[in-house]
C-alpha cells in the first residue's frame, strides 16, 4: 500500500514570494505522483504530474515539482506566487500498475497582499 | 474543454434513505471513479469502474454502495441505506487510462441527518 504525507497544512506567503509545499510518499512499487489544486467550492484540478522521464516537471500556472527517489518526495514550487494562487493543494501518488489515487491531507496556501 | 459534470450540487437526505449521485463523465474516456472527502478530511478513494465492472474498491465501499452505468453517458453512486458518517462531498472523476490524469468534477455535498 500506499501513502502520503503533507508535511504543512498551512502555508501563508507574502505576494511575489517563493513558495515550496512539501510532499513525501511511501510505497513498495513504482509510482505516478500529481498534484492537484482545489479552488473554493471547486473540484480537484490538475497541476502536475510525473510518470517518468526528467524529473523535474512543470506544470499549469508557473508551478514545477521535482521527484526524488532516494528522499521520495515530490515538491511544489513556485518562484513567485499571485493572490490567485490562494487555494488548496493536493498531492497524490498511484501505483504504476493501478489506478486508484491516494491523497495527502492538504496544504492550504493563503497569498496575502 | 470537456469537463466531468455532477448533479445535484447539493443533497440533503434523512438517516436511512437511499441516494443516488450522478455523474457525467467526459465522452472519451474509459476509466470512471468516485472519491469522497469528509470535511476536514483527506481525499479518500472508493471505487474505479473499467468496461462495465468494479476494477478496484477500497474497504469504504462496502455493501451499502454500488455503482452503474445505465447508459452511454451517466455513472452513478448509490448509498442503500445512508448514516451520518456517509456527510461528505463526493467527487467523480474519469480518465482515458488507468495510470494517466484523472478529471474531476465539481463534487456533490451530502449531508444526512
Known amino acids: 500500500a500506499q501513502s502520503v504525507t503533507q508535511l504543512d497544512s498551512q502555508v501563508p506567503v507574502f505576494e511575489e514570494a517563493p513558495v515550496e509545499l512539501r510532499c513525501n510518499y511511501s510505497?513498495?512499487?513504482?509510482?505516478?505522483l500529481f498534484w492537484y489544486v482545489q479552488y473554493p467550492n471547486q473540484g480537484l484540478q490538475l497541476l502536475l504530474k510525473?510518470?517518468?522521464?526528467?524529473?523535474l516537471v512543470k506544470g499549469i500556472n508557473g508551478f514545477e515539482a521535482e521527484f526524488n527517489k532516494s528522499q521520495t518526495s515530490f515538491h511544489l514550487r513556485k518562484p513567485s506566487v499571485h493572490i490567485s494562487d490562494t487555494a488548496e493543494y493536493f498531492c497524490?501518488?498511484?501505483?504504476?500498475?493501478?489506478?486508484?489515487?491516494?491523497f495527502g491531507e492538504g496544504t492550504q496556501l493563503t497569498v496575502n497582499p | 474543454e470537456p469537463e466531468v459534470t455532477q448533479t445535484p450540487s447539493h443533497q440533503v437526505t434523512q438517516m436511512g434513505q437511499e441516494v443516488i449521485l450522478r455523474c457525467v463523465p467526459i465522452?472519451?474516456?474509459?476509466?470512471f471513479y468516485w472519491y469522497r472527502q469528509i470535511l476536514g478530511q483527506k481525499v479518500e478513494f472508493l471505487v474505479s469502474?473499467?468496461?462495465?465492472?468494479?476494477?478496484?474498491k477500497s474497504e469504504i465501499f462496502d455493501d451499502q454502495f454500488s455503482v452503474e452505468r445505465p447508459d452511454g453517458s451517466n455513472f452513478t453512486l448509490k448509498i442503500r441505506s445512508t448514516k451520518l458518517e456517509d456527510s461528505a462531498m463526493y467527487f467523480c472523476?474519469?480518465?482515458?487510462?488507468?495510470?494517466?490524469?484523472?478529471?474531476f468534477g465539481p463534487g456533490t455535498r451530502l449531508t444526512v441527518t
Open positions: 510505497s513498495s512499487v513504482s509510482v505516478y
Open positions: 465522452s472519451n474516456h474509459l476509466y
Open positions: 510525473y510518470l517518468s522521464g526528467s524529473t
Open positions: 469502474f473499467y468496461n462495465n465492472e468494479i476494477s478496484e
Open positions: 497524490a501518488v498511484s501505483r504504476a500498475s493501478g489506478s486508484r489515487l491516494t
Open positions: 472523476a474519469s480518465s482515458v487510462l488507468s495510470f494517466d490524469e484523472q478529471y
